[in-house]
């Protein structure tokens, strides 16, 4: 064999349309390494961490568990398993509001004296070996019942059950696997720092994942602002046939509907899926866990937080086990300054803002951000002029003003006629708006009475 | 200049009277009403007097804006609904032949506009020069293409407004004075008189694009500039009127609701069967 060449970087010259250039605030913790958290006194596992079906308990109260161990299941078809994520004793179920607003079940659980800690969790989690040569890959129904057993969901943050995603689906065959490293929200470095620090598991993730979907193609997608992460990826991947591409850094190059068909080249149909063109999109953090799944029969118990912002004291990328509180990780990171007065589950343009510090984080949480009142300035609200700004800035080709106005005024058939429901709400469209006007709040109030009215 | 103060004045003080009156907060920091005032001014003609000004500035503001609900909500440009109207109601003062002025110590201010000179075959149309430069008799903004392009490429480069509707409304003029030399050889203009006499360029740049009262897509955009500018070079060729402009932009100003509706983008990859 010849001597092992790292992948080559290739740039693309694609882009989408739309989309903006929001500042993107990530030096605040991009060289900040994963730094693994504590293990805290209690965490409590939310029955309810993807977009699906609500998990049964099958521990109760009093029962002993061991990290990694099932405690939720559900056999509905859209569903994720929950797993312990440190080792101790069930206490009884309390709800939990996670920061969507949906009040959920979850299974607290009393830390134990036995904990794997520091170092040793992160290389539990990411070190070690890795194939990616000699990798044996194992039967598509196998990868992708190791997956559905260890509860994977993606964790960009739509947190839409792994295992649908790479089950196959005779009518529509996979041609290609893309792997999402844009992290295109801005604050956010939980991607980035993976990509640098764990680059391996990703790519033999990448691997399994393209032999579950049958894919014939790996891209890996990252945003030119991350070049090393790049070269990181390249080096981990050589003598692989998986290719490297670098984007352009513009929000939200990381939606799977903007970066499929950049790096594709065809468009998803509005109320499809990127599998719809022969395309599945995962995230380079679901890639890890899919390999850890796969290779380990590891469940996916941790994940890494960015805690960041200019309201919290030192900022930092956390690998923190689901279910602990975001209160506490603020804590880790030097608690909230005095002038702290917003803080968001996830980034500035998709997260949600949180009502409670004691909401527990879930397999989705990229993020916690912390905004100060210099962050939030805001100004009146006026009326629309009909710039056509947020027309420009639409990466659906939306026309969002006519949208957000007539869900406004209740006018649900305007709304439709300009397809309401075709907005992902990844908010360009409200951050260019000169008059101030919410429009992706107002969308999204629209969709959720459409949606109610259907039922 | 003076008629420019006057008319943003009152344009100013009829913002906060029909504000008040309506019972909102008059809009005043958006300078919109600071705007209507300087395109009503820079479009009436030298001579015309201060009172024309105030009036056409109270059915600017009051009839063009405040009754349609207020900024954002008005369908015509609310300068060219205060021009409309003072220019049919006097005619003599603030009409066509408001501009020829006997008296007038320029010579060039005691000669006809040159569209209104073309209109009636009497006097001579100036060079294409003088009317790119300005050396012509006309309104207040729009003799000088060439000032006009300066501040429209501003205007566009800031991206205040957009480029494609004064594209297209000049292009579209271009090709319609084109047709229409082609086909009627007597017509008096030729097209490059067209495009650099009257307030066509002016109002490509800094009425047409007037947010408000202009489409939302890309695509209604062009539509809404090509029919401006087809609309004003028939005007000129086969109205009474000497210039277009007021009434094209207020004609293209109606449809734009239409244009709208059938410019509804599709979603980026095709439909949901949904909807």
Same mark, same amino acid.
């Given at each position: 064999m010849s001597v092992a060449q790292p992948n080559r970087v290739t740039p693309t010259r694609r882009s989408f349309s739309g989309g903006i250039h929001p500042p993107s605030s990530k030096l605040l913790t991009r060289?900040?390494?994963?730094?693994?958290?504590?293990?805290?006194?209690?965490?409590r596992i939310p029955l309810l961490q993807h977009v699906g079906a609500l998990c049964e308990a099958v521990v109760k109260s009093r029962d002993e568990v061991v990290a990694g161990d099932l405690v939720g299941t559900s056999e509905a078809p859209v569903s994720a398993f929950a797993h312990a994520s440190i080792s101790g004793k069930v206490?009884?179920?309390?709800?939990?509001t996670l920061p969507n607003g949906r009040r959920v079940p979850t299974v607290p659980i009393k830390a134990g004296d036995e904990q794997l800690e520091g170092q040793a969790l992160l290389d539990d989690i990411y070190g070690g070996e890795w194939p990616t040569l000699r990798l044996d890959l194992p039967r598509p129904d196998l990868i992708l019942q190791a997956v559905r057993d260890a509860g994977l969901v993606g964790m960009g943050g739509a947190a839409f059950p792994t295992h649908i995603k790479l089950a196959l689906n005779p009518a529509r065959p996979i041609d290609t696997l893309v792997v999402n490293g844009c992290e295109c929200e801005p604050y956010l470095t939980a991607d980035y720092r993976l990509m640098l620090e764990a680059p391996r598991p990703i790519v033999t993730g990448a691997l399994?994942?393209?032999?579950?979907?049958?894919?014939?193609?790996?891209?890996?997608?990252?945003?030119?602002?991350?070049?090393?992460?790049?070269?990181?990826?390249?080096?981990?991947?050589?003598?692989?046939?998986?290719?490297?591409?670098?984007?352009?850094?513009?929000?939200?190059?990381?939606?799977?509907?903007?970066?499929?068909?950049?790096?594709?080249?065809?468009?998803?149909?509005?109320?499809?899926?990127?599998?719809?063109?022969?395309?599945?999109?995962v995230n380079v953090a679901t890639a890890a866990a899919i390999a850890r799944a796969v290779l380990r029969g590891k469940p996916m118990t941790h994940r890494i937080v960015t805690v960041t912002g200019r309201g919290v004291a030192q900022p930092k990328n956390l690998l923190a086990p689901l279910g602990i509180s975001y209160g506490e990780l603020i804590e880790i990171a030097g608690g909230l300054t005095p002038d702290a007065v917003r803080v968001l589950a996830g980034g500035p343009m998709m997260g949600f803002t949180l009502g409670d510090l004691d909401t527990p984080v879930t397999k989705g949480t990229s993020g916690i951000t912390v905004l100060t009142g210099e962050d939030l300035q805001q100004f009146e609200e006026t009326s629309c002029v009909r710039c056509g700004l947020c027309v420009d800035a639409c990466p659906l080709n939306l026309v969002p003003t006519r949208i957000a106005l007539a869900a406004r005024k209740g006018a649900w058939n305007l709304a439709e006629r300009y397809y309401i429901n075709a907005c992902m709400e990844c908010g360009c469209c409200a951050y260019q708006c000169p008059a101030q006007i919410p429009l992706v709040l107002l969308i999204r109030m629209g969709k959720a009475h459409l949606a109610a009215a259907r039922v | 200049m003076l008629q420019v103060g006057i008319c943003v004045v009152s344009c100013l003080a009829v913002e906060v009277l029909t504000s008040l009156w309506r019972g909102s907060r008059p809009s005043l920091q958006d300078t919109s009403?600071?705007?209507?005032?300087?395109?009503?001014?820079? $479009? #009436?003609?030298?001579?015309?007097?201060?009172s024309g000004g105030v009036v056409a500035s109270i059915v600017a503001i009051g009839f063009g804006k405040a009754v349609f609900g207020g900024l954002g909500q008005n369908i015509f440009n609310p300068a060219m609904v205060g021009r409309a109207f003072v220019m049919i109601s006097f005619a003599s003062s603030l009409g066509a032949t408001a501009y020829v002025r006997s008296g007038a110590t320029l010579e060039i201010l005691t000669q006809a506009t040159p569209l209104t000179a073309a209109k009636e075959l009497s006097g001579s149309v100036p060079g294409i020069w003088a009317l790119f430069v300005?050396?012509?008799?006309? $309104? #207040?903004?729009?003799?000088?293409?060439?000032?006009c392009l300066v501040g429209g490429l501003y205007l566009c480069l800031r991206r205040s407004a957009v480029w494609l509707i004064p594209v297209s409304m000049i292009a579209s003029a271009a090709v319609v004075a084109a047709i229409a030399n082609l086909l009627l050889p007597e017509t008096p203009l030729t097209v490059l008189q067209h495009l650099t006499s009257g307030a066509l360029v002016f109002s490509a740049f800094f009425i047409a694009t007037d947010p408000v009262t202009s489409p939302l897509t890309g695509r209604g955009q062009v539509i809404f500039g090509a029919g401006l500018g087809a609309l004003v070079v028939v005007i000129r060729l086969f109205s009474n009127y000497p210039e277009g402009v007021v009434f094209a932009v207020l004609l293209m100003n109606a449809v734009v609701p239409l244009i709208n509706r059938v410019t509804i983008p599709k979603p980026l990859g095709g439909l949901p069967a949904d909807a």
């Amino acid at each position: 064999m010849s001597v092992a060449q790292p992948n080559r970087v290739t740039p693309t010259r694609r882009s989408f349309s739309g989309g903006i250039h929001p500042p993107s605030s990530k030096l605040l913790t991009r060289d900040q390494p994963i730094e693994v958290v504590p293990t805290p006194k209690q965490v409590r596992i939310p029955l309810l961490q993807h977009v699906g079906a609500l998990c049964e308990a099958v521990v109760k109260s009093r029962d002993e568990v061991v990290a990694g161990d099932l405690v939720g299941t559900s056999e509905a078809p859209v569903s994720a398993f929950a797993h312990a994520s440190i080792s101790g004793k069930v206490t009884k179920e309390s709800a939990a509001t996670l920061p969507n607003g949906r009040r959920v079940p979850t299974v607290p659980i009393k830390a134990g004296d036995e904990q794997l800690e520091g170092q040793a969790l992160l290389d539990d989690i990411y070190g070690g070996e890795w194939p990616t040569l000699r990798l044996d890959l194992p039967r598509p129904d196998l990868i992708l019942q190791a997956v559905r057993d260890a509860g994977l969901v993606g964790m960009g943050g739509a947190a839409f059950p792994t295992h649908i995603k790479l089950a196959l689906n005779p009518a529509r065959p996979i041609d290609t696997l893309v792997v999402n490293g844009c992290e295109c929200e801005p604050y956010l470095t939980a991607d980035y720092r993976l990509m640098l620090e764990a680059p391996r598991p990703i790519v033999t993730g990448a691997l399994l994942a393209a032999s579950a979907v049958g894919a014939r193609r790996i891209l890996i997608g990252i945003e030119d602002d991350k070049r090393d992460a790049a070269e990181a990826l390249s080096k981990a991947a050589e003598s692989t046939d998986i290719e490297i591409r670098v984007v352009r850094t513009k929000y939200p190059q990381g939606s799977e509907r903007q970066l499929g068909p950049v790096l594709v080249g065809s468009a998803v149909p509005a109320n499809g899926l990127p599998l719809d063109v022969g395309v599945v999109v995962v995230n380079v953090a679901t890639a890890a866990a899919i390999a850890r799944a796969v290779l380990r029969g590891k469940p996916m118990t941790h994940r890494i937080v960015t805690v960041t912002g200019r309201g919290v004291a030192q900022p930092k990328n956390l690998l923190a086990p689901l279910g602990i509180s975001y209160g506490e990780l603020i804590e880790i990171a030097g608690g909230l300054t005095p002038d702290a007065v917003r803080v968001l589950a996830g980034g500035p343009m998709m997260g949600f803002t949180l009502g409670d510090l004691d909401t527990p984080v879930t397999k989705g949480t990229s993020g916690i951000t912390v905004l100060t009142g210099e962050d939030l300035q805001q100004f009146e609200e006026t009326s629309c002029v009909r710039c056509g700004l947020c027309v420009d800035a639409c990466p659906l080709n939306l026309v969002p003003t006519r949208i957000a106005l007539a869900a406004r005024k209740g006018a649900w058939n305007l709304a439709e006629r300009y397809y309401i429901n075709a907005c992902m709400e990844c908010g360009c469209c409200a951050y260019q708006c000169p008059a101030q006007i919410p429009l992706v709040l107002l969308i999204r109030m629209g969709k959720a009475h459409l949606a109610a009215a259907r039922v | 200049m003076l008629q420019v103060g006057i008319c943003v004045v009152s344009c100013l003080a009829v913002e906060v009277l029909t504000s008040l009156w309506r019972g909102s907060r008059p809009s005043l920091q958006d300078t919109s009403a600071i705007v209507t005032g300087v395109i009503l001014g820079l $479009s #009436l003609p030298w001579s015309a007097p201060g009172s024309g000004g105030v009036v056409a500035s109270i059915v600017a503001i009051g009839f063009g804006k405040a009754v349609f609900g207020g900024l954002g909500q008005n369908i015509f440009n609310p300068a060219m609904v205060g021009r409309a109207f003072v220019m049919i109601s006097f005619a003599s003062s603030l009409g066509a032949t408001a501009y020829v002025r006997s008296g007038a110590t320029l010579e060039i201010l005691t000669q006809a506009t040159p569209l209104t000179a073309a209109k009636e075959l009497s006097g001579s149309v100036p060079g294409i020069w003088a009317l790119f430069v300005g050396n012509a008799n006309g $309104s #207040l903004g729009e003799t000088s293409v060439l000032a006009c392009l300066v501040g429209g490429l501003y205007l566009c480069l800031r991206r205040s407004a957009v480029w494609l509707i004064p594209v297209s409304m000049i292009a579209s003029a271009a090709v319609v004075a084109a047709i229409a030399n082609l086909l009627l050889p007597e017509t008096p203009l030729t097209v490059l008189q067209h495009l650099t006499s009257g307030a066509l360029v002016f109002s490509a740049f800094f009425i047409a694009t007037d947010p408000v009262t202009s489409p939302l897509t890309g695509r209604g955009q062009v539509i809404f500039g090509a029919g401006l500018g087809a609309l004003v070079v028939v005007i000129r060729l086969f109205s009474n009127y000497p210039e277009g402009v007021v009434f094209a932009v207020l004609l293209m100003n109606a449809v734009v609701p239409l244009i709208n509706r059938v410019t509804i983008p599709k979603p980026l990859g095709g439909l949901p069967a949904d909807a």
